[in-house]
């Protein structure tokens, strides 16, 4: 079946490459890898809207912007495997004395990774608080960078640094990167279509900066990582037990039970919630994350799939509304493997004859 597009794989391309064009995306791709093998590989459109902008390959590396949270939250787990946290319990205080007891009080790392912390912060900077910690949950950065702040203080460096000793480099991973200076193959973030494109660069590689640029491939070799339980190349890369602590409900219970279902920053399915970005045709056990410029690794254990879409427009589809988009995209991505559960064709729109060794 090499080359040939069944029903609704078609729709999902289409689908992917649609919103691209509603967006203002220049750029769009899309990675499966199914049973451990490459399914679909396709790749749309150009760097930028710039009329000699070049073409998106195999090589291009999208910034993930926020989706660099997955990576955040396995370090998250190396650090409780490796004893550096005690418990996801711990008050964060104990961990940064010098933090306002009284701003904190009750604030968790737990809190920090689940976004139930209730901490924010205002236009100048300062974080105040908005609600008790563990009350419900809101999406806010705030515990992304505390936590980011305490790998570093735990490890003494931060944690790409980490990942790249303990991960990265085992793997072979040359398409991964917090990015400083430009290359040709960084794809650019369109903010106005009718404006020059951003870079997306950092000033420093240490993760405090939203500049972590990947290419669909080692992103979606990412999230097959982690649905092998960190076994890759028949070596035990990651410990099993740090993948399911980053991969596992973590969130206390709340009152709401329309609030999502989240592991170390990741979105994980138990059952079907409203405000889920996993739509409810998505099985229990999957794991979504998700970035402002519309790249997003959805990882289905019960089917051995994982799935990547990148886009390099600033905000997702769909406004207030995006949430109704990603559960549309969910069920898409569902609706192809109930259909074919056993398939195996290869579609890829690139101008190689082979297909990458993944392994």
Same mark, same amino acid.
Request: proline share 5%; net charge neutral; charged share 20%.
């Given at each position: 079946? =090499? +080359?040939?597009?069944?029903?609704?794989? =078609?729709?999902?391309?289409?689908?992917?490459?649609?919103?691209?064009? =509603?967006? +203002?995306?220049?750029?769009?791709?899309?990675?499966?890898?199914?049973?451990?093998?490459?399914?679909?590989?396709?790749?749309?459109?150009?760097?930028?809207?710039?009329? !000699?902008?070049?073409?998106?390959?195999?090589?291009?590396?999208?910034?993930?912007?926020?989706?660099?949270?997955?990576?955040?939250?396995? &370090?998250?787990? /190396?650090?409780?495997?490796?004893?550096?946290?005690?418990?996801?319990?711990?008050?964060?205080?104990?961990?940064?004395?010098?933090?306002?007891?009284?701003?904190?009080?009750?604030?968790?790392?737990?809190?920090?990774?689940?976004?139930?912390?209730?901490?924010?912060?205002?236009?100048?900077? !300062?974080?105040?608080?908005?609600?008790?910690?563990?009350?419900?949950?809101?999406?806010?950065?705030?515990?992304?960078?505390?936590?980011?702040?305490?790998?570093?203080?735990?490890?003494?460096?931060?944690?790409?640094?980490?990942?790249?000793?303990?991960?990265?480099?085992?793997?072979?991973?040359?398409?991964?990167?917090?990015?400083?200076?430009?290359?040709? *193959? $960084?794809?650019?973030?369109?903010?106005? #279509?009718?404006?020059?494109?951003?870079?997306? $660069?950092?000033?420093?590689?240490?993760?405090?900066?939203? *500049?972590?640029?990947?290419?669909?491939?080692?992103?979606?070799?990412?999230?097959?990582?982690?649905?092998?339980?960190?076994?890759?190349?028949?070596?035990? #890369?990651?410990?099993?037990?740090?993948?399911?602590?980053?991969?596992?409900?973590? *969130?206390?219970? /709340?009152?709401?039970?329309?609030?999502?279902?989240?592991?170390?920053?990741?979105?994980?399915?138990?059952?079907?919630?409203?405000? &889920?970005?996993?739509?409810?045709?998505?099985?229990?056990?999957?794991?979504?994350?998700?970035?402002?410029?519309?790249?997003?690794?959805?990882?289905?254990?019960?089917?051995?799939?994982?799935?990547?879409?990148?886009? *390099?427009?600033?905000?997702?589809?769909?406004?207030?509304?995006?949430?109704?988009?990603?559960? #549309?995209? +969910?069920?898409?991505?569902?609706?192809?493997?109930?259909?074919?559960?056993?398939?195996?064709?290869?579609?890829?729109?690139?101008?190689?004859?082979?297909?990458?060794?993944?392994?």
């Amino acid at each position: 079946m =090499k +080359g040939t597009l069944q029903g609704p794989l =078609k729709e999902l391309i289409s689908w992917v490459d649609d919103i691209k064009y =509603k967006n +203002g995306s220049s750029a769009s791709a899309l990675y499966i890898l199914k049973d451990n093998q490459v399914l679909l590989e396709h790749y749309s459109g150009r760097h930028s809207h710039g009329k !000699y902008a070049s073409h998106i390959t195999e090589q291009s590396q999208f910034n993930v912007a926020s989706a660099r949270k997955s990576y955040l939250g396995l &370090s998250v787990a /190396y650090a409780l495997h490796d004893k550096y946290i005690s418990c996801l319990d711990d008050p964060i205080t104990h961990y940064f004395p010098e933090f306002d007891k009284d701003l904190y009080k009750g604030t968790t790392i737990r809190h920090l990774v689940t976004h139930s912390h209730g901490l924010n912060t205002d236009e100048n900077g !300062y974080i105040f608080r908005e609600f008790e910690s563990g009350s419900k949950w809101e999406y806010c950065n705030v515990g992304v960078d505390i936590m980011t702040k305490l790998i570093h203080r735990l490890y003494g460096k931060g944690y790409p640094q980490l990942l790249n000793e303990r991960v990265f480099t085992p793997l072979g991973f040359s398409e991964t990167g917090w990015r400083t200076e430009p290359d040709e *193959n $960084l794809v650019p973030i369109i903010d106005h #279509i009718d404006k020059p494109a951003l870079p997306g $660069l950092g000033a420093a590689s240490d993760g405090t900066e939203k *500049n972590l640029f990947v290419s669909p491939r080692e992103f979606a070799l990412w999230g097959q990582l982690h649905v092998q339980k960190g076994m890759m190349n028949g070596r035990q #890369i990651v410990p099993s037990k740090v993948i399911e602590a980053a991969t596992s409900i973590q *969130n206390v219970s /709340y009152s709401d039970t329309s609030l999502p279902g989240t592991g170390l920053f990741w979105y994980v399915q138990d059952i079907p919630r409203k405000k &889920s970005e996993l739509g409810e045709r998505v099985p229990a056990g999957s794991y979504q994350i998700v970035g402002v410029t519309g790249p997003t690794i959805l990882v289905i254990p019960a089917y051995n799939v994982v799935v990547v879409k990148m886009y *390099n427009k600033r905000y997702n589809y769909g406004g207030e509304e995006y949430l109704y988009y990603f559960i #549309i995209y +969910g069920s898409s991505v569902t609706k192809w493997q109930i259909y074919f559960p056993s398939l195996r064709m290869v579609h890829r729109n690139r101008p190689r004859n082979e297909l990458p060794n993944i392994w």
